[in-house]
């Protein structure tokens, strides 16, 4: 049987236990996930910069942005940065390729033949993904609400107020219910945080089935990869230098304020109990609070739509195309071109 070298990526509420899935996945021997890297969806909105990527020189251009860029988190690669440039150079002419080939480069440093990408907020950017890597297999990784905003308000990055926190798991369950009717079935795949920490083996084997992999053991203890995988001063991933636990499952009941239980079970109650999390009864949220909510919903809803607006015009206007042209799939669909 062929193997698979379809692109994997992690998607997720922040703070739903995407980095202990990273390691997961970068502890199979076939595939390789690195830290989290700034350039996948920054390169796809800067494209018209780099130009027609048919032309050597833009090419090069396009390499030489993802490695030294100060904001593109190239270095979290641990790649030979010249090397790269020419491989973009020498490679397919597509933004994707070149993105790809750097995800690439990351897996062969570890003898690994696949590769996957982690990053929470890609879950408002699967049509981007799609465009640039066209076979991509997404994992949205599902975890109560309630311990997602407890958590985000306890991150130093997370300057946002209880009311963004709310409407960020929110929007990732809305954005993953319409992957789930949009996407095919091999594409796309969900998984809860609570039932991969219960019973790691078994939701893994699941999931490999998905890909198209074998389940290894070495998957159920990510924490062995955790210092290769992991930047050190990302103090709030800690937890990952550990054994896989329940600990943490629940633990809003002890770290929310009884208003914002109640903020969390009015605005999201239809959510939560459609993934399977129970309610506690709480008194109905202050409408000031659930008004709070609603503004930040529409106020980022119609940032969406006309960034969205945009891309949609701009794709008339693209000066080649952006599709990788790396994996089985991905050429046997310029074949048939």
């Not at 062929?2 to 996945?25: A, E, Y």
């Not at 290769?228 to 103090?235: G, K, L, T």
């Not at 794709?315 to 042209?325: D, L, N, S, T, W």
Request: charged share 30%; proline share 6%; aromatic share 10%.
């Amino acid at each position: 049987m062929i193997k698979s070298d379809r692109p994997i990526f992690v998607i997720g509420c922040p703070r739903s236990g995407t980095t202990m899935l990273q390691l997961m996945l970068h502890s199979h021997p076939r595939i390789g996930v690195p830290p989290e890297t700034r350039f996948v969806v920054p390169g796809y909105y800067r494209r018209f910069v780099f130009g027609d990527l048919r032309e050597e020189v833009n090419r090069r251009r396009l390499g030489q942005w993802i490695v030294t860029d100060k904001d593109t988190k190239f270095k979290e690669l641990k790649l030979d940065g010249d090397r790269f440039i020419e491989d973009v150079v020498a490679g397919p002419p597509t933004l994707g390729s070149a993105i790809g080939i750097a995800f690439r480069s990351y897996a062969e440093q570890f003898g690994k033949a696949r590769w996957g990408d982690k990053r929470p907020s890609y879950y408002h950017y699967v049509d981007i993904l799609l465009r640039l890597f066209p076979d991509a297999q997404f994992i949205h990784l599902i975890r109560d609400g309630r311990d997602c905003v407890a958590s985000l308000k306890e991150m130093p990055w997370y300057t946002k107020d209880v009311f963004h926190a709310v409407n960020n798991w929110a929007e990732a369950i809305d954005f993953g219910r319409r992957h789930a009717k949009n996407l095919p079935a091999d594409s796309y795949y969900e998984l809860r945080y609570e039932d991969l920490t219960r019973d790691p083996e078994t939701e893994l084997r699941g999931l490999c089935g998905f890909l198209g992999e074998e389940y290894d053991p070495a998957m159920s203890e990510p924490c062995h990869v955790a210092r290769q995988a992991i930047p050190q001063n990302r103090v709030w991933h800690l937890n990952t230098h550990g054994d896989v636990t329940t600990a943490r499952t629940g633990s809003w009941k002890a770290r929310l304020e009884p208003w914002e239980v109640s903020l969390c079970e009015t605005v999201l109650a239809e959510r939560l109990t459609a993934n399977g999390y129970e309610l506690t009864g709480a008194p109905k949220a202050d409408k000031a609070h659930v008004t709070a909510v609603s503004k930040v919903e529409a106020k980022r809803r119609a940032a969406r739509r006309r960034k969205d607006l945009r891309d949609r015009i701009n794709r008339f206007r693209e000066p080649g195309p952006v599709a990788a042209q790396l994996t089985t799939r991905q050429l046997g669909e310029l074949a048939r071109v």
